[in-house]
């Protein structure tokens, strides 16, 4: 596991398979997901821990992931498979808290689940 | 209760932390030094986690991409006017291009609020102490710093080029890290700033080539490279050609650097034969012809003018062609009379902005386009969304002009 943001959070887990691409696929204002293609399609990250597997796309989507921080939409926290310098700049700048984790663990969670996320902690990721 | 021990030594094992921080910048991380350096600092650990760096080094040169307002958008907008208030940069920082040139704006159909937040943004990268050079070609048109300097290069052709070219060492950063980079004057020490030995090698297989084809090369390059690539096959390379290669290979993947020669002899190798190349073709070229050219992605530099200038003697265009170079260059080139020469061809200058991301070319207007720019290419036809056309500017002068 990798710390890349510090913080500490809770809430519920809301899990995507596929990549998320922020610039373009997440709405500036709303934090809706708008890529009728993407599996949380009109589903929103606002106030979620989002586990996906990495950003892609263009590093102006740091910016987006800013946007929604200001817009209060952002997820509270996002788990990560992959460090990718979008997400991980993104997420520093709005102090949006980050983590690496191993597939295992990544497999392991799931939408629904409520967590306690606390990157100083001994288990960072525990389940309420 | 095995169960629960393994889980806290594995714990245990995971909270390994790989980055080293002095007292000074564990205090600017802490917030100590107040909020932007407190950001900058999040950025940077954050960027030297994600690539398992030990520490952070000293860079002398930063330069900075999210200038355009057609990138980086409202909330890129008031971030710079915001952070610009307190914060100054610590060391020489340089500009990317931004959506237009101020000289001649007004022949192009931009709205107001755009030309409006695109003045913002100037001004506050002005008021941190920013360089406003306005050019994706900082390696051209600035002095070169000795040999090994670590420098922080956000535009991708830039770091290529420097980490290539000019025996200078970045990574491919991001926006904000080197934004972070310029306000703190320190970068992650990992991947590209350390020795690198490329696990592959690409033999350049195709004869004959000219810039398209090393743009092509490129973009193949970026493709199959991970941090750096080995090349071998190439002959000698024009200045044109080498930019080409760069910026072919900084839009299609995370690589940033070109080692010439055939590498180690366990690396695998891979042929960039006629096939990867119109691989490559298929991809980006989509129309047969274009309702106007541009030149230009990267910008040109006074030596492509001066070969562009040559090449026009005596013809004119027969259709829009767009130009595009740093301000310091059109200056250059006004002295020496090249201006006159290429507006007499029927070219439209334009300094401080690029094919790359330009807001001056709208898909309402124009159905295709033609150029010679591979990363060109690319962002017209995914981000402005018109068709392109592919053609070496030899080509382009034989089929475009009279």
């Known amino acids: 596991m990798k710390i890349l943001v510090q913080g500490k959070t809770e809430g519920i887990i809301l899990k995507s398979q596929n990549p998320i691409n922020f610039l373009g696929t997440v709405d500036k204002k709303t934090g809706i997901i708008s890529d009728k293609n993407h599996e949380l399609f009109d589903k929103s990250i606002k106030n979620s821990i989002l586990v996906f597997p990495s950003g892609v796309g263009s590093s102006v989507g740091a910016y987006t992931i800013y946007s929604i921080k200001s817009n209060n939409t952002a997820p509270l926290a996002m788990i990560c498979e992959k460090a990718d310098l979008t997400v991980a700049t993104g997420c520093a700048l709005a102090n949006i808290p980050l983590v690496i984790i191993d597939n295992e663990k990544f497999s392991s969670l799931k939408t629904g689940q409520k967590i306690l996320l606390d990157t100083k902690s001994h288990n960072p990721i525990m389940l309420l | 209760m095995y169960g629960i021990l393994r889980t806290s030594i594995i714990s245990v094992i995971v909270k390994l932390v790989l980055l080293e921080l002095t007292r000074e910048e564990e205090s600017a991380l802490k917030g100590e030094q107040g909020e932007i350096m407190q950001m900058a600092y999040r950025i940077l650990v954050a960027t030297g986690e994600a690539t398992e760096a030990e520490k952070l080094i000293p860079i002398d040169w930063a330069h900075l991409s999210g200038v355009n307002y057609n990138t980086i958008g409202d909330a890129g907008e ?51 102490g920013v360089t406003p050079s306005f050019s994706c070609i900082p390696y051209e048109i600035f002095d070169i710093p000795k040999k090994g300097t670590q420098v922080a290069f956000a535009e991708s052709n830039a770091a290529i080029h420097a980490n290539s070219y000019d025996n200078l060492k970045t990574n491919k950063e991001s926006a904000f890290s080197a ?30 080539p000219n810039e398209l084809t090393y743009g092509m090369l490129g973009f193949f390059a970026g493709k199959v490279g991970d941090t750096s690539v080995n090349i071998s096959g190439l002959g000698e390379m024009d200045k044109r050609q080498c930019k080409a290669m760069c910026g072919g290979m900084g839009t299609s993947g995370t690589c940033a650097k070109f080692l010439f020669g055939d590498g180690n002899s366990d690396c695998e190798k891979i042929d960039f034969d006629e096939k990867e190349m119109q691989n490559v073709h298929d991809e980006l070229n989509t129309a047969e012809k274009g309702d106007l050219i541009t030149l230009g992605s990267p910008q040109l530099g006074l030596e492509e003018i001066s070969d562009l200038v040559g090449k026009l003697k005596g013809r004119s265009f027969k259709k829009r062609c767009m130009v595009f170079l740093p301000r310091i260059v059109k200056e250059q080139a006004r002295k020496i009379g090249y201006t006159n020469e290429l507006e007499r061809a029927g070219c439209e200058i334009l300094s401080d902005c690029c094919t790359c991301l330009t807001p001056l070319i709208c898909k309402d207007d124009v159905d295709a386009v033609t150029t010679n720019s591979i990363k060109g290419a690319f962002y017209l036809k995914n981000s402005n969304g018109v068709n392109v056309n592919l053609k070496s500017l030899s080509q382009i002068v034989e089929d475009e002009t009279r």
């Open chain 2, 78 to 128: 008031e971030f710079l006017s915001s952070i610009s208030k307190n914060t100054r940069v610590k060391v020489k920082t340089t500009l990317n291009p931004m959506g237009f040139d101020i000289d001649n704006v007004s022949n192009y159909n931009l709205d107001d609020n755009f030309i409006s937040k695109q003045l913002s943004i100037k001004n506050s990268y002005e008021t941190m």
């Open chain 2, 179 to 208: 934004l972070a980079s310029a306000i703190t004057g320190k970068s992650p020490y990992s991947s590209l700033r350390k020795e690198d030995s490329p696990n592959l090698t690409i033999r350049m297989k195709v004869k004959n």
